[in-house]
């Protein structure tokens, strides 16, 4: 396409004659047409931008407005795991550890703590910095009572299982069957039935026939098994730990020896009437810390012949 001429009216020869613009001309005449295209896009890119909005900031307002419901959520789900772990403290304290008498977490250890905003410098200096300082500073508090509680937990559940063995060690149940009526208890006698003297009954005399099964009361080791003359005839005793021994005297025979390991139910000895004793019987006592307790505290004395013996059988089972 040929360029365009520019022609000018020459008044003094009544003609028109063709123009050829100066180099300066052509200067001034580009840097106003580039001036007026700038000017124009600035303005346009302003409209725009007030109707439209600029897309990259839009997608960080959505991203920002997106992490604020997190962090809302996140939070919610912290206070809602706080209460959780206060409502086991709660339990933990009123009856676990009552129960099975722990001291009680105070409520000042139970509670954690941050360490004040400090410990959060690197939040600082942002839009956002109290959101995001509150939230952290809950999540802190949160590992803290969560540390707490797990060893709470460690703590109740290795005191349980001393009890459960302890438990498994007291002497309570009978040593022979319910339908063997009792005879003497712990108590002084004015005058022995073999020796005529006034002298304290330490035990508790089951009046049972020769050959009655006689069973171990409670988990433990045999400690003596014979007769070494000191009245009991032929006795066993049985060491429980926790401070507890068992007698079972005036036997027949012995089904243990000294150092085995005997649970609950299991058959020890055969009754008799051995030693210094006005007829068959056996002599049971409890020895605490080598104090002599009363044998009837130890065992429940309503149970029907069926119930011991189911009791018996379910003791046996591995």
Same mark, same amino acid.
């Given at each position: ?30 840097? *106003?047409?580039?001036? *007026?295209?700038?000017?124009? &896009? ?32 996140? $939070? !919610?789900?912290?206070?809602? %795991?706080?209460?959780?772990?206060? +409502? ?14 722990? $001291? ?12 004040? &905003? ?5 939040? %600082?200096? @942002? ?33 349980? #299982? ?31 039935? =073999? ?11 089951? !009046? ?21 003359? +000191? ?5 066993? =005793?049985? #060491? ?7 007698? @079972? ?10 150092? #085995? ?14 030693? =210094? ?9 409890? +020895? ?9 505290? @130890?065992?429940? #004395? ?13 003791? %046996?089972?591995?």
């Amino acid at each position: 396409m040929p360029r365009r001429k520019n022609y000018v009216f020459d008044a003094a020869n009544l003609q028109y004659l063709q123009h050829r613009r100066r180099l300066s001309e052509k200067l001034i005449r580009f840097m *106003v047409w580039f001036g *007026v295209s700038v000017a124009l &896009t600035v303005i346009y890119a302003f409209i725009f931008h007030r109707i439209a909005g600029d897309p990259k900031e839009e997608l960080l307002t959505q991203k920002i407005e997106e992490l604020k419901l997190s962090y809302s959520l996140l $939070e !919610r789900k912290i206070d809602y %795991s706080s209460a959780v772990i206060a +409502d086991l403290r709660a339990s933990d304290n009123s009856s676990y550890r009552a129960i099975l008498d722990l $001291e009680m977490i105070p409520e000042d250890i139970s509670e954690g703590g941050s360490g004040g &905003t400090f410990k959060f410098g690197d939040l %600082s200096g @942002y839009m956002n910095t109290d959101m995001m300082m509150s939230v952290r500073s809950k999540f802190e508090d949160l590992k803290t009572q969560t540390n707490i509680q797990y060893n709470s937990l460690t703590e109740l559940t290795e005191r349980a #299982d001393e009890w459960k063995k302890m438990w498994a060690h007291l002497p309570y149940i009978r040593p022979v069957e319910v339908n063997i009526r009792l005879g003497d208890g712990l108590k002084f006698r004015e005058k022995h039935p =073999v020796l005529g003297s006034p002298r304290w009954h330490f035990g508790q005399d089951f !009046r049972c026939p020769v050959g009655t099964e006689v069973h171990a009361t409670g988990d433990g080791t045999v400690y003596y098994a014979g007769n070494d003359n +000191d009245g009991f005839g032929i006795k066993v =005793v049985i #060491d429980h730990g926790y401070g507890y021994r068992t007698i @079972y005297g005036h036997l027949s025979e012995c089904r243990v020896k000294r150092g #085995d390991k005997v649970s609950r139910g299991d058959r020890i000895a055969i009754s008799g009437n051995t030693g =210094v004793s006005s007829g068959p019987h056996l002599h049971y006592q409890i +020895d605490l810390f080598g104090e002599h307790v009363n044998p009837l505290w @130890y065992f429940e #004395d309503s149970l029907t012949e069926e119930e011991y013996y189911r009791m018996l059988d379910f003791l %046996s089972r591995p």
